[in-house]
Every structure is written in C-alpha cells, then in structure tokens.
C-alpha cells in the first residue's frame, strides 16, 4: 500500500532549540519511515510578521535546515525544501483568497491572539490576515493527507479543511481534506522555568557548544525553596530533575532524586552531572552539524534536490487547478 503523504512547516525564526527538538523534530524524525514527508521552511510566512526586518532571514534559513540534518531528518527519506523557492505557492494563495470569505479569516483565534500579544508591531496588513490561506495553498499544493502541528497551528489546519472543500465544491474534487496530526507539545521549560523560547532567552540550543550548554545549565532555576546546600531539595518542582529524566540514565535519575531530598547532593554538583549528560545526548547532532558546516556545497545540493521534488509535485497540481479554474 502506498505511504500517506503528510506536510509541514517552520517559519525562519533562528537556530532551534530543546523545546523544538522534543516537540516537531522528534515527531517529524519519527514519521520519517511510515510516510511521505514534505517538511519545508515558510519563509514568506516570516514576512507576514516580520516585513519590515528582513535582514536575518536567509541566515535564519540555513540555521534551521542545518539543524534538520542535524537532528536527522534525512533527505533520502524526507522532500526537505524551501518555500519560497517553489513560486506555485504563490500563485495558489492567489486563487484561494479568491474564494476564502474574509470573516473566516477575522475569526480566526490564531490571528487575534496574535495582534493582541505582538502588539510592537502593526500587523494591520493583508499578508498577515491572509496567513492561513497562504498555510492552505502549502498544504493542499502537495495533496497531503495529514499535517502533524502542534495545537496552537490547528485552527490553521482547520481552515484549511474548510478551504479545501470550498475549493472542491467550485471546481470538482481536486484536494483531498488533510487531517491534523497533533504533536504532543514538548514540556520541555527553559533555564528560567517559562516555556522555552528564542525571544524568552531561556533557551539551550542545538548548535550551542559544549562549554554553552555547561554555563547555560549552571544558570538554571532549581527548587526555588532549596536556599541552602542542606535544606532538602523537591525534585519534583526543579526543572533540572525535568532535564535529568530526559538525558541522564535510570540509576542517575534514581539516586539524584533520593540524595536531593535527603540533602545528600548539592544543586551545583547534580547541574554539572546532569550537563555532561545532556552535552553527550547532543554530541551525534553537533557531529553532524560540524559535518555539514564543513560542507557547504553538500547541503546546497540537499536542499536543490528538494526543492526539485517539491517543483516537480507544485507544478502537476496547478497545471490541474489551472484546468480546474478554467483560467
Ligand atoms: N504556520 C506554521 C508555524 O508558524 C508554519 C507553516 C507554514 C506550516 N505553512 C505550513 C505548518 C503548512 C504546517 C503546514 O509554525
Ligand atoms: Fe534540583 Fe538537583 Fe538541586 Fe535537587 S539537587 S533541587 S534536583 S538541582
């Protein structure tokens, strides 16, 4: 039986982080073998924000397709491509905001909450109340059967549904009507106990050097009740102990949790233990990335082959919408 085709994206926001590689990429890394994985970055949805600063993007490109290869994501198995490159996307968020009605896009959650957070930037433009037709035009470009998203992009998925059909109902059947694949959001905090993020400054990196992570995790917020080396430590409210359960191994995990409530090890020493761990976790994706770094013209190559398999897929489906539309 034929693979499902399944499609997803990531804006050009800077390198990744744990909290990414816990949620999409392990998720991503883990489809790999059971579909056929179209992962691309959406840099022209980076624009709808972020117009007027544009000067990082393309170096914010190369730094999340490289952590792809790092983490594993393999273009043998994988159509790994850049969005912006394939020029159909374009042209079939044309055709679909003609038949998008706007209120569908006004009561769109993902947008308010948007406006309201981001509220340093005037985001009263019409690429930015287009996002989801745009996000559409990705998903159904590639007909694909599911789109693995974490909750806060499912309204976007759900339009896209809604989009696709209206589609069908004017034209005849030409999308199949994807359906949402949640991640499971990684639970992953940062080094100051708040969500991990790039714009938080709470983030450990995949690219960060070895010595990084070491300082990086000498920073973080323990049991915040735990003042002095001999009050008994709750494992259970230090992001550490969060950390060791991801990197350190079953016996470590076991004796940091008894000697931490028994005032048995201190928090500087149970961080330096639990850093070693998650520096050797992270050594096969900084090989890698050290690889690819020293080969530039190999991940140039990478990423033109993509981008053909991805054309190649765009350019069939409009010459079928085009007949379809009739223009
Ligand atoms: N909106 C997504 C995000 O911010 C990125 C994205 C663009 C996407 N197009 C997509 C995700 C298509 C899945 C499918 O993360
Ligand atoms: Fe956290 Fe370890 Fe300190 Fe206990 S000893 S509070 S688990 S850092």
Redesign the pocket.
């Known amino acids: 039986m034929a693979k499902k085709r399944i499609l997803s994206g990531m804006r050009p926001t800077g390198p990744l982080h744990l909290g990414n590689l816990h949620g999409a990429l392990a998720n991503w890394k883990s489809m790999q073998d059971d579909y056929e994985c179209f992962f691309f970055i959406a840099d022209w949805h980076a624009l709808t924000t972020d117009y007027d600063a544009t000067m990082p993007i393309q170096g914010y490109i190369l730094d999340v397709f490289l952590d792809w290869l790092s983490v594993g994501l393999s273009p043998d198995k994988c159509t790994l491509f850049i969005q912006s490159h394939i020029k159909e996307h374009a042209e079939l968020f044309l055709l679909l905001s003609m038949i998008t009605p706007l209120p569908w896009l006004e009561r769109n959650p993902t947008y308010k909450e948007q406006i309201a957070q981001l509220k340093n930037r005037d985001l009263s433009n019409f690429g930015f109340l287009g996002y989801p037709v745009l996000q559409a035009a990705d998903i159904i470009m590639y007909k694909a059967n599911g789109v693995p998203v974490g909750i806060d992009q499912a309204p976007h998925v759900e339009l896209t549904r809604e989009i696709a059909r209206r589609f069908n109902h004017f034209y005849g059947d030409i999308f199949p009507v994807p359906e949402t694949i949640l991640t499971e959001t990684s639970k992953i905090l940062g080094l100051d106990r708040r969500k991990m993020s790039k714009s938080y400054n709470n983030a450990i990196f995949l690219s960060d050097a070895a010595d990084e992570i070491r300082r990086k995790v000498s920073e973080?917020i323990?049991?915040p009740q735990?003042a002095r080396r001999t009050d008994p430590?709750?494992?259970a409210?230090?992001?550490?102990?969060s950390f060791?359960q991801l990197y350190s191994n079953q016996e470590t995990i076991h004796r940091?949790?008894r000697?931490?409530?028994e005032a048995k090890?201190?928090?500087?020493?149970?961080?330096q233990m639990?850093a070693e761990n998650l520096v050797g976790v992270l050594e096969p994706i900084r090989e890698r990335r050290s690889y690819y770094e020293a080969h530039p013209d190999t991940v140039r190559a990478i990423i033109e082959d993509g981008d053909q398999k991805a054309q190649a897929v765009a350019r069939k489906t409009m010459e079928e919408v085009r007949a379809a539309v009739r223009i």
């Open positions: 973080m323990t049991d735990r430590g709750d494992p409210v230090c992001n550490v102990f060791h940091v949790d000697q931490c409530r090890i201190g928090c500087v020493e149970c961080k639990m």
